[in-house]
């Protein structure tokens, strides 16, 4: 069974940093393309960032380009997303999830990162 | 840049059909698909390529295309069928987008 689980999320003020982590199990992590998610409180749902197998290919929506880095760890069966300089319209659930056939196919339950002084 | 248009609410009664629309340039039947989501929940895909349905997606749930709209259409809808659904499709390169979400109620 695929199973993704989030963490990281929190408080932070503008302009700080956060680290989201997403343990991922249930399949060969290293062959799979990963993505990033978020979905703003009542809002709907944004894709942020996509990751390719070995990690060394990345893209990102342009309303994070330049300020998050999403990265994995295959020997950690690890997803990664660091966020700097975050703003208050990064507050927001973040999903973590695979993608398979250029459809995120099976998601995390979400962390939240609120962004506010 | 590229967009996706949903209604942002459909009402349906009981075992009716529902349609909900997504319009956009990078959408076709190759690439777009299709989430449901409940409150509190993570997003479930219920159409996925080639208008396949994953494993547990009752078979009343099917998509169709024509031109640059897609259509989930529920047919038979039912209480649980209430949720906000969105529309998605891949760019062609390597990114992705959702539609603003559509909220079905089943009333």
């Known amino acids: 069974e695929v199973q993704l689980m989030e963490s990281g999320g929190g408080l932070v003020q503008p302009g700080g940093s956060l680290r989201l982590s997403c343990a991922a199990s249930?399949?060969?992590?290293?062959?799979?393309?990963m993505t990033w998610v978020r979905q703003a409180p009542g809002a709907g749902l944004e894709w942020v960032a996509n990751i390719a197998p070995l990690g060394d290919v990345s893209y990102y929506a342009d309303s994070v380009m330049g300020r998050f880095i999403i990265s994995k760890d295959s020997a950690k069966d690890s997803l990664y997303l660091q966020m700097n300089s975050l703003r208050g319209d990064d507050t927001a659930v973040y999903y973590c999830a695979r993608w398979h056939f250029w459809t995120p196919d099976h998601w995390g339950r979400g962390t939240l990162v609120t962004v506010s002084a | 840049s590229y967009d996706l248009t949903q209604p942002s609410s459909v009402s349906v009664s009981p075992g009716q059909t529902a349609r909900i629309t997504c319009s956009g340039s990078?959408?076709?039947?190759?690439?777009a698909r299709w989430f449901r989501q409940k409150p509190g929940q993570a997003p479930v895909v219920v159409i996925f390529k080639d208008n396949e349905r994953p494993s547990g997606i009752p078979e009343r749930f099917s998509a169709s295309t024509s031109g640059s709209t897609v259509t989930l259409t529920i047919s038979g809808a039912q209480f649980e069928d209430e949720a906000d659904y969105y529309c998605?499709?891949?760019?062609?390169?390597?990114?992705?987008?959702f539609g603003g979400g559509t909220k079905l109620t089943v009333l």
């Open positions: 249930g399949f060969t992590f290293r062959t799979y393309w």
């Open positions: 990078v959408v076709t039947n190759q690439y």
């Open positions: 998605y499709s891949a760019t062609g390169d390597n990114r992705g987008i």
